[in-house]
Nanobody, 124 residues
Framework: QVQLVESGGGLAQAGASLRLSCGAS????????MAWFRQAPGKEREFVAG????????KYADSVKGRFTISRDTAKKTVYLQMNSLKPEDTAVYYC?????????????????WGQGTQVTVTS
């Protein structure tokens, strides 16, 4: 069983930066692919970024490529999402997700564990 707790959301102006954190429980953190998803009002939850268990492979949605960076700290059992050059369209609830896998997964159904979500609001 893995429990995920997100933090770091909030209100930001367009062009600003925020960093989200996701702390995980469990003893085999390095065996889990970790990802960030987001869900805006009235829209489906969508993949934002993912990182392999080793941290050696990352994947990003086209909409955030070049602006967001996902990373992980195995010792702290934490995954981060550094969000730069924020846009109003980045406004959403951001969710951390985990699955024990050797392959990168970008679909919601592929993830077994989810955090409670953290709100990010970007104003113009």
């Amino acid at each position: 069983q893995v429990q995920l707790v997100e933090s770091g959301g909030g209100l930001a102006q367009a062009g600003a930066s925020l960093r989200l954190s996701c702390g995980a429980s469990g003893r085999t953190f390095s065996m889990y692919v970790m990802a960030w998803f987001r869900q805006a009002p009235g829209k489906e939850r969508e993949f934002v970024a993912g990182i392999s268990g080793s941290g050696g492979t990352t994947k990003y949605a086209d909409s955030v490529k070049g602006r967001f960076t996902i990373s992980r700290d195995t010792a702290k059992k934490t995954v981060y999402l550094q969000m730069n050059s924020l846009k109003p369209e980045d406004t959403a609830v951001y969710y951390c997700a985990a699955v024990r896998s050797v392959q990168m997964i970008t679909t919601t159904r592929g993830y077994e564990y989810w955090g409670q979500g953290t709100q990010v609001t970007v104003t113009s």
